[in-house]
């Protein structure tokens, strides 16, 4: 279990599907996706019976798990998006991303969710002469566009968060720290008070047009709704739509003031640096810093599974690297270990659509940015599923078709190899001082 549930009360389980049923939606997997989707929906038309589908809990998978940035982040860059779909539909998609920070901190407001949100931006730090390049670029490329991503001084960056060895860095405001479990909690109990059932310890074992079958019996709708993301291999039919690769993080004990008076994080800015093998932290409400980053093994034939969640080896490296950042945190224990999985389409490019011949929808393959990303999925979900012409249904990853990964071994393979190259990229990095040809030819290999 998470730090994020950890220390939330535990909730009575809501009851399992009692029987066949029948819906107008019915959607599958109670996290932020399936979550938003019927909140936008019950608002929007209040008469509509909309039925939510969970193989756990509310919240169980990413939802209640992931490292707090409820941030603009999309997993392919405008500068990509333009080359597919032209300038004003990537900026478009961008101005989207961004509105959807304030959407969620406006709607946890409304609702009355308390979820910790603090929208402090994020600092990216430069630690290597490498690492500032790369800093540089990305603000050169953001001003081209007239996107908010300035480039931060070694002073600014350190004043924003005081890590080691900081050159300088990135700054954008589209960003809010958050409570994850708060919020999907809040989310479901906010979609329950205007009439959407949710039923928890309900595994889906089928998806067709229009049924949706469970051991417990089989909800019949005309709009069926796939919110599964990481744990979507786990369908017949699905398992090379997407890569499920683990993420894994770590939380420390509430820091002292001491603590935070030298590595700042004042406005609990999220952070990270501009190396290869993503890390990301945040100062959480209650002053513990919880951090986490990939590295965990992707499992052969896109296996998901619990024990997977602990990797020792990658606790004990995320918690050196935090000190390694932070060496004012001495030997403060980490009190808190866990990890999921997070959905990767084989070309990294995020999709939301319906097909409006067989009422399937999905929404999808957030590469680890979903709590934002989500948002905008659901609010674009409750606009196809009711057509309306809204601008958000011609945003370009409406629609969109990711092709499959490759068969094993080659998924195999290819992702565990593309985990230790990147590995390696920071590392000769810092020991050369040059850009990494092989992280550079790795990225377009995956496609990401």
């Keep these: 279990m998470s730090f994020w549930m950890s220390v939330l009360p535990e909730l009575p389980s809501r009851p399992a599907l009692p029987g066949d049923a029948e819906a107008d939606v019915c959607i599958v997997g109670a996290g932020y996706t399936g979550l938003w989707t019927a909140y936008y929906l019950a608002r929007a038309d209040p008469s509509l019976r909309v039925v939510v589908l969970e193989a756990q809990t509310a919240g169980f998978g990413a939802s209640g798990r992931n490292g707090g940035w409820c941030s603009a982040l ?98 954008t405001p589209h960003c809010a720290a958050i409570q994850p479990a708060k919020l999907v909690r809040g ?29 417990h019996g089989t909800v019949r709708a005309p709009i069926v709704v796939r919110a599964t993301e990481g744990f979507t291999p786990l369908l017949p039919g699905m398992r090379r739509a997407i890569a499920p690769v683990y993420s894994l993080m770590v939380a420390t004990e509430p820091l002292p003031e001491s603590f935070w008076a030298s590595a700042g994080l004042a406005q609990r800015e999220t952070f990270s640096d501009h190396r290869h093998l993503v890390i990301y932290g945040q100062r959480t409400a209650d002053d513990r810093l919880a951090f986490g980053g990939r590295g965990a093994p992707y499992h052969y034939g896109s296996a998901v599974d619990p024990s997977f969640d602990l990797e020792p080896r990658v606790f004990a490296e995320l918690r050196r690297t935090l000190g390694e950042l932070f ?108 850009p990494s040809r092989r992280a550079a030819l790795m990225s377009r290999v995956l496609g990401a």
Excluded at 91 to 103: F, G, H, K, R, S
Excluded at 191 to 211: A, D
Excluded at 349 to 363: F, I, K, N, P, Y
């Design 187 to 215: 989310l479901a109990s906010a979609c329950e008070r205007r009439g959407v059932r949710i039923f928890e310890h309900t595994p889906v074992t089928r998806l067709s047009r229009g049924r949706a079958e469970t051991p």
């Design 327 to 434: 060496p004012t945190l001495g030997d403060v224990p980490v009190e808190y270990t866990w990890g999921g999985p997070l959905g990767i389409a084989r070309d990294w490019m995020a999709s939301v659509g319906l097909d409006a011949s067989t009422g399937l929808a999905w929404a999808g393959g957030y590469v680890g940015d979903g709590v934002g990303t989500s948002n905008l999925a659901g609010r674009t979900l409750a606009d196809l599923i009711r057509r309306a012409d809204t601008d958000l249904v011609r945003l370009p990853w409406v629609g969109h078709r990711s092709p499959r990964w490759e068969p094993e071994p080659l998924r195999w393979l290819g992702v565990n190899t593309s985990l230790r190259v990147m590995t390696a990229a920071d590392a000769a990095e810092a020991r050369t001082g040059r």
């Design 74 to 171: 999309f997993p392919k860059s405008v500068a990509a998006l333009e080359r597919t779909y032209g300038r004003e539909r990537a900026l478009a998609l961008n101005a989207a991303m961004e509105a959807c920070v304030d959407e969620v901190g406006r709607v946890a407001a409304e609702e009355g969710i308390d979820c910790d949100y603090a929208k402090g931006g994020t600092v990216v730090l430069a630690r290597t002469k490498v690492q500032l390049e790369r800093a540089r670029h990305e603000a050169e490329e953001a001003a081209g566009y007239g996107i908010d991503l300035r480039l931060l001084s070694a002073e600014e960056a350190s004043a924003r968060v005081g890590a080691t060895g900081v050159l300088g860095g990135t700054y």
